[in-house]
């Protein structure tokens, strides 16, 4: 197999590298370097999204396809930053667990040959979610043709998925530290009083302290969530009316939600870069992917 090209030294070169923005994950991101030194044919990424797995599957299957072309070295980080690359497929389940049909069509598009270059990256999402499906898929993962490389996705490596993890190299990644999230969201722009609040609820999620401070009622809600226990009082008056304001949060938090997925479907089809099959595609992986966060929001 041909081997992907170390990452250049920023010290030397005066530009990011390619890991940068992956925040609060230095032990993941050394492993990672590492990595792109001596590619292997399966890795598995374990931890939330919120942490970085996704993102850091984004920017290593750039590299990993840039360490083979030289030449479209920013072509190819530029493509897979943006979920575009045409040799990189995001598979995602449609599901409330990936089934085997779906397993064997991963396998089937692993033997194909890559849509463009000598290689292709599938980044198989939730995988923890595999459950009787392991199977279908273990083969192909443990002897994968050469011109396929698998990044496996899990917030946890269940017992469905232990063999399958035992075949891959495996990434950790832990949940963001406080002030690492707290840093990186007042260098996007948002209000340093109201970031403090965000940071220490969302458990050491990026994407749910956004997602915290881009509803301006979000706040309020988590203060009265955690106030709670102590407004309780064993009369069923008063657990009556909690549980309506509880409730009415999750109703509340649930358009904020929606509000943020028309904001990004109104971005994509303002998007006029793509061919129009290759993005109907990725619009309904999106609305699919919406469904999915609102499903987890209940």
Not at 86 to 102: D, H, M, N
Request: proline content about 6%; aromatic content about 4%.
């Amino acid at each position: 197999m041909a081997q992907a090209k170390p990452v250049v030294d920023p010290a030397v070169t005066g530009k990011p590298a390619p890991f940068d923005e992956l925040v609060g994950q230095a032990p993941a991101v050394a492993q990672l370097t590492a990595a792109l030194e001596r590619p292997v044919p399966a890795y598995l990424f374990v931890g939330h999204t919120g942490w970085g797995t996704r993102r850091a599957a984004d920017l290593f299957a750039g590299e990993l396809l840039a360490g083979r072309d030289p030449d479209g070295v920013n072509r190819h980080r530029s493509l897979a930053a943006a979920e575009t690359h045409p040799a990189i497929a995001v598979v995602e389940r449609t599901g409330a667990a990936i089934s085997v049909e779906e397993a064997r069509s991963i396998a089937r598009r692993a033997e194909l040959a890559p849509p463009e270059g000598t290689h292709q990256v599938l980044v198989l999402v939730d995988f923890h979610l595999v459950r009787s499906a392991a199977p279908a898929l273990l083969k192909t993962i443990e002897e994968p043709p050469s011109s396929t490389t698998f990044v496996v996705l899990a917030e946890e490596v269940t017992p469905e998925l232990v063999t399958i993890a035992s075949r891959c190299l495996r990434v950790d990644f832990r949940p963001i530290p406080t002030d690492d999230l707290m840093r990186t969201v007042v260098d996007e722009g948002y209000a340093s009083d109201a970031v403090a609040a965000a940071a220490r609820a969302a458990g050491g999620d990026l994407e749910r302290v956004r997602a915290l401070l881009s509803d301006d009622a979000a706040s309020t809600r988590w203060q009265r969530w955690a106030q709670l226990l102590n407004r309780v009082d064993g009369t069923a008056a008063v657990a009556s009316g909690l549980s309506t304001e509880l409730i009415a949060d999750l109703d509340a938090a649930g358009e904020a939600l929606a509000a943020g997925h028309a904001q990004q479907l109104e971005a994509f089809d303002a998007a006029e870069d793509e061919g129009q099959r290759a993005q109907a595609g990725r619009r309904k992986r999106l609305d699919d992917r919406h469904k999915r966060e609102a499903r987890r929001l209940r």
